[in-house]
């Protein structure tokens, strides 16, 4: 199996910061895209930022210049950089990451359990 486990959520005035990590574990030969994405309250989830294997990078245009997303290939692990939060930034904070567990397999999708991101005015 594959497990995603998030970290670095917390609760920060506006202006702060804060950077999340989610790190993959399991059976894992190669990892693809890797995201974050957020679910405020009353909303659907939305993607915040990408990444693929060779680092280029989306985001959405909200975040932009504000977060920056990156990921250490050796550690299966991406990163999430929050500066200049605002209180709409408040939201649940999942990882997603696109993981094929053999040479033979194609890729799957799987999913953190998500870190509360909550900031005040």
């Known amino acids: 199996q594959v497990q995603l486990v998030e970290s670095g959520g917390g609760l920060v005035q506006a202006g702060g910061s804060l950077r999340l990590s989610c790190a993959a574990s399991?059976?894992?030969?190669?990892?693809?895209?890797m995201a974050w994405f957020r679910r405020a309250p009353g909303k659907q989830r939305e993607l915040v930022a990408q990444?693929?294997?060779?680092?280029?990078?989306v985001y959405k245009e909200s975040v932009k210049g504000r977060f920056t997303i990156s990921r250490d290939n050796a550690k299966n692990t991406v990163y999430l950089q929050m500066n200049s939060l605002k209180p709409e930034d408040t939201a649940v904070y999942y990882c997603?990451?696109?993981?094929?567990?053999?040479?033979?397999?194609?890729?799957?999708?799987?999913w953190g359990q998500g870190t509360q991101v909550t900031v005040s005015s």
């Open positions: 399991g059976t894992i030969f190669r990892v693809d895209n």
């Open positions: 990444i693929t294997s060779d680092a280029g990078t």
């Open positions: 997603n990451a696109d993981v094929a567990r053999t040479k033979y397999s194609w890729t799957e999708g799987y």
